[in-house]
Structure formats: structure tokens, C-alpha cells
């Protein structure tokens, strides 16, 4: 029973205890609640807010002393510029080498302002290095703390990554520089093109009313047909010139590589100008420095032969005395071509500028207004496609020379073999072509006729598509047709296209008016061998007969060269 007694005694004081435990943990946590709120309280009315917000915020916040040592680096410097805050902290800003060098001025101007002027906030924008050496551009907002005797204690920078917003700036005034320069070029263009086309005009309008006059002797019809045909000539230029602009600005310019002679190219140019030379009483000079063997690269023989006539041509145009001479030189892996004359010159300031579109060297210079000042501009568009550069020297009352490069990439020595085999096979055979001209026009069919003559034993001729597929089914023997592609009802394509069911064989060349890009394409594609654009040039219409038809020593006897 004591023991009874006593167990019971000693339940109630564990009891006791346990009791006592409980409610101290109860006051303790409730102590510790009240604690966390007293702290949060604290928080919220305290500056450890602002400390919060300092750290979370999306500028890169930076405090320096007098010194420009770094005493805080937070929010989000290191984000924005890539330094931690270890290793930047003690450290002088300047140290950190973070100034964009041209834009040290600005920084050093706001420094001084901060330190020396009455201003304590100043904003400014500069370049910055991060620590990757990336470029950024920085909103910088700088606080200066001074003490009461006005000496720069602290300052603290805000500073916001503008670098998005800058570029979309600097992309907008690209934009609207261009569009503004675009504007200007294109009333020049306006004012310069319509010089252009009228003088040539009134030069064809005026002689072809002055033959209308009776009486003229043989020699004064002849002089003025001349004009005729020069001024002709002059529009086509222009024309060209324009067509090619915006086929190179459209990019629909593509680059067709084949194999070139460049010693024939030298040659045939040579040939060709310098009759045009010695009338003016100078002299033309060529100098190719590589042998014919090793003269065959692969290029774009069309845009070559382009970039070189035109820089010869200008050589002419500009000069009126000495020589011109022209060549080319290899230079490691690239071919160095120049075009040099003893002419006018170039003043220095414009040297980059008549590159341009529509720009010619002095608009005031008479010599210079014969031209639409677009030739430089797609020669220089030529040789960047062909993966060169162009440039000139040249001093006024001097001379200038003209310089481009093309990449030597020589052609396999097996094709040369090849292209001498197929001349010499050609060699032998004679122009007696039965030739069939499709034409609908009067005028144009009389110039083919007068162009191909050379060729023909036979020349048939037919006005519409239709007739041309008849005249072909009932002469299989026809060796070449010049196909108009502007014919009434059935168009040269589709009328091409039928022949082609019926005979696989006979040369068909087309022949259209507007010379745009996709022509060639379309005719290829209807089934001709070739094409030639409007209006028919002689020495054009002569190569592409001589490489369909294969009459080497028709192109000999009238002087053609192979190029
Ligand atoms: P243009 O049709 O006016 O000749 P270009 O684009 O070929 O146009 O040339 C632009 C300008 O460059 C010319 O108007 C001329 O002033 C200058 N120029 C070009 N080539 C020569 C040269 N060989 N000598 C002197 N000036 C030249």
C-alpha cells in the first residue's frame, strides 16, 4: 500500500513537471513571434528596406570615394558590367579600365562637374567596357556627397544598360540618313537623266529631220547619219547603265563563273579602243604579264570584260593628250588590274565619292556631264561580286589610275588543251547557213537581216509564231533560227517550244526587247540555245552564231576574237 502511495506521489510531480515544460515553450515561442514581428516592424521603417530595393534593382548601383575607389557595388553592376562586387570593392574605378576610350572626354566632363561645379546630380551617356570587353552603352546618374566645406566625399552612380535603346537610335538615323540621301540622289538622278536623254535625243530627232532636206551632198547625209547612230548609242549607255543599277540593287545580279582568257580580254579590248585612241592623237598601251598558258582563270569573263571597258572608257572620255595604258599584274593570290591615263584628274576629296551613284566628279565640268555618273558604281558593284576591291590615284592636270583586284583562281590546264582542240576543230567549215528570222517588225527584221547575211546561203524569214513552226516542218535542214519573242498570238517561247517537239537540233536564238533579268532563264528554259537582247548588238549576234554553229573562220573574216 506505501508502495502504492508513493508511485502515485510521484505521477503527480512528473505531471507537475511536464506541465511547467509546456507553458515555457508555449511563452518562449510566442516570445520568439513577437520577436520576428518586432524585427519585421523594424524592417519596414527602417533603411535595411532600402538596402532591399538597392540590391533587387535593375540599375547597377555604385558608390566611390574622392579616390574613385570603389566603397559599394550592388543592385545590378554585376549583371551590366561582369564585375562581382569582390572584386571590385577597394578597387579604383579607373583601375578597372571600363571607359570606352573616345568617350573619355564625357566621363572626364561629369567628374568635373561633380566636383568642382555647384551641380550635385549629373547624367550623362558614354560608352563602357564590361569586363568580357563587350561594348555597352551606360545612363550614368552620378550623386556627389560633399561635405560642408563643398570637397567631394562620395558619389553614387546609377547607372542603366541603354545599349538596346541606343543601337535601335543609331539603326533609325541610318534609316533616315539614307532615305534623306536616297532623296537627294534621286532628284539629282531626276535633273541629270533627263540632261541626259534629251541631248541625245534632240541629236536623233534634229539630224533625222536635217536628212529630210533635199539637196545634201553624200557626204553631209553620211556625217549626219553618223550623229544619228552616236546619239543612239549614247541612250542605249544610259539605258544599259540604268537597267543594270537596278538589277544590282534589286540583287538579282548573279555571278556566272566560267573560264577566261585574261590576255584575250587584254587583246580584244586593246583591239577595239584603240583606233578611238589614236584619233584623239594618244597613244594606247596594254601590258598582260602573265603567258597565255597561265593567263586562264576562273572569273565572270562578262562583269571582267564590263569593269575593264568601262574604266577604258572613262580613261578616254577624261583625257586629251599622252597615253593610256592598261594591264594587269599578279600579286600573290590575286590579279592587280590597272587602267592608267594622263587625263584630267580627280580632285582628292572626291576620289571616294565618284564611286557613289549619280555622282560625277564637278557638276560644273562640261567633260564630266557625258556620262550619267553611273559607270563607276556598277563597275565597283562588278568587282565586289567578283571578290575584289577597286580604288584610284590620281592628281588634277596629272592623270589618274584606276586599280582592281580579282581573286587568280586558275583554271585546270586540261581545258585549255580542250578549248585549243575545239577551235581547231571548228577551223574548216564554212558559213553557208540556212538561217530562218522570225520577226514582226519591219525595221528590226531588215537590221538581223543585214547583221547574219555573212552566214547565210539561205535566209528564209517568218512574221508570226505560227509560221515559224511551219517554215521549220517543212526545212528540217534550217541550221539556225533568230526567234522574236514579242510575236502576235503564239509568243517566240511557245512557238519555240513546238519546234523543239520536232526537232531537238537547229540553233534557236531569241531575241527580246526589254534585256531584264529572268530573259535568259525563260528562253533557256522554252528551249533556246541562247539569248540576245534588243537592240541587236552586231559583234554579240557574230559570237553567238560562231559558238552555236560552229564557223571558226567566219569569226576570222570579220575580225572577231574569240574571248
Ligand atoms: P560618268 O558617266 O559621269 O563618266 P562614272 O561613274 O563613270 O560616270 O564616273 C564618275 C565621275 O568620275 C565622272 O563624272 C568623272 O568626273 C570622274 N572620272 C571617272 N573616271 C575618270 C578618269 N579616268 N579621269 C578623270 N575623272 C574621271
Known amino acids: 500500500m506505501k508502495d502504492l502511495d508513493k508511485t502515485k506521489a510521484q505521477l503527480i510531480k512528473e505531471l507537475q513537471e511536464t506541465r511547467q515544460e509546456l507553458i515555457s515553450v508555449t511563452a518562449l515561442k510566442s516570445a520568439e513571434a513577437s520577436k520576428h514581428k518586432q524585427i519585421k516592424n523594424i524592417l519596414l521603417e527602417s533603411p535595411e528596406r ?41 578597387i579604383s574605378v579607373m583601375d578597372l579600365n571600363m571607359i570606352y576610350e573616345t568617350d573619355i572626354s564625357i566621363v572626364q566632363n561629369s567628374i568635373d562637374m561633380l566636383t568642382h561645379g555647384i551641380n550635385t546630380h549629373v547624367v550623362s551617356i558614354n560608352r563602357n567596357y564590361r569586363k568580357d570587353k563587350k561594348i555597352i552603352y551606360c545612363e550614368w546618374h552620378n550623386t556627389a556627397l560633399k561635405d560642408q566645406n563643398g570637397n567631394l566625399l562620395y558619389v553614387l552612380s546609377e547607372v542603366l544598360d ?79 547603265d540604268i537597267i543594270d543599277i537596278s538589277k544590282i540593287e534589286s540583287g538579282l545580279i548573279k555571278v556566272n563563273i566560267n573560264e577566261s582568257n585574261i590576255n584575250s580580254q587584254i587583246d580584244y579590248i586593246y583591239t577595239f579602243f584603240k583606233p578611238e585612241v589614236e584619233r584623239k592623237g594618244m597613244k594606247l598601251i596594254r601590258r598582260s604579264s602573265l603567258p597565255d598558258k597561265e593567263a586562264i582563270i576562273k572569273t565572270d569573263r562578262e562583269k571582267l570584260f564590263a569593269i575593264l571597258t568601262n574604266l577604258v572608257m572613262n580613261a578616254i572620255k577624261y583625257s586629251e593628250q599622252g597615253s593610256i595604258e592598261f594591264g594587269y599584274e599578279k ?54 561580286m567578283l571578290g575584289g576591291e577597286i580604288w584610284v590615284e590620281s592628281e588634277i592636270g596629272v592623270g589618274s589610275t584606276f586599280y582592281f583586284t580579282i581573286p587568280f583562281d586558275k583554271a585546270e590546264d586540261n581545258q585549255l588543251i580542250h578549248w585549243k582542240r575545239s577551235i581547231k576543230n571548228h577551223i574548216g567549215h564554212v558559213a553557208n547557213l540556212k538561217i530562218l528570222i522570225v520577226e514582226d517588225d519591219e525595221i528590226s527584221e531588215y537590221l538581223v537581216n543585214e547583221g547574219v547575211k555573212i552566214f547565210g546561203k539561205e535566209i528564209l524569214k517568218a512574221t508570226t509564231g505560227d509560221q515559224a513552226i511551219e517554215t521549220c516542218r517543212n526545212n528540217s535542214d534550217i541550221d539556225l533560227v533568230l526567234m522574236d519573242i514579242q510575236l502576235p498570238i503564239l509568243n517566240g517561247y511557245e512557238a519555240t517550244q ?66
Open 331 to 384: 600579286k600573290y593570290e590575286y590579279l592587280e588590274f590597272y587602267v592608267k591615263d594622263s587625263g584630267i584628274g580627280i580632285k582628292k576629296e572626291r576620289l571616294t565619292a565618284i564611286f557613289e551613284r549619280f555622282v560625277q566628279e564637278d557638276i560644273s565640268d562640261v567633260k564630266a556631264r557625258q556620262g550619267a555618273g553611273l559607270g563607276l558604281t556598277i563597275t565597283k558593284s562588278y568587282v565586289e
Open 498 to 563: 513546238q519546234i523543239r517537239q520536232f526537232n531537238k537540233d537547229v540553233v534557236i536564238i531569241a531575241q527580246t526587247a526589254y534585256g531584264l533579268f529572268g530573259d535568259r532563264e525563260k528562253a533557256i528554259k522554252a528551249g533556246c540555245n541562247d539569248y540576245l537582247s534588243k537592240p541587236i548588238d552586231k559583234s554579240e549576234l557574230h559570237s553567238l552564231i560562231s559558238k552555236h554553229c560552229k564557223i571558226k573562220d567566219c569569226i576570222e573574216r570579220i575580225g572577231l576574237q574569240i574571248l
Open 50 to 90: 532600402l538596402d532591399f530595393f538597392v540590391e533587387n534593382s535593375p540599375l547597377a548601383i555604385i558608390e566611390w570615394d574622392s579616390n574613385f575607389v570603389v566603397t559599394k557595388w550592388t543592385g545590378n553592376s554585376e549583371k551590366i558590367f561582369g564585375w562581382s562586387s569582390d572584386e571590385t570593392i577597394g
Open 162 to 240: 541603354i545599349t538596346d535603346r541606343k543601337r535601335t537610335e543609331e539603326e533609325l538615323i541610318k534609316a533616315k540618313e539614307k532615305a534623306e540621301e536616297s532623296d537627294r540622289l534621286k532628284t539629282a538622278f531626276i535633273a541629270n537623266m533627263s540632261h541626259e536623254i534629251r541631248t541625245p535625243m534632240n541629236g536623233i530627232l534634229g539630224f533625222a529631220e536635217l536628212l529630210k532636206e533635199p539637196n545634201l551632198s553624200g557626204e553631209e547625209q553620211h556625217e549626219y547619219i553618223k550623229i544619228i547612230e552616236k546619239s543612239g548609242a549614247r541612250m542605249l549607255n544610259i539605258i544599259n
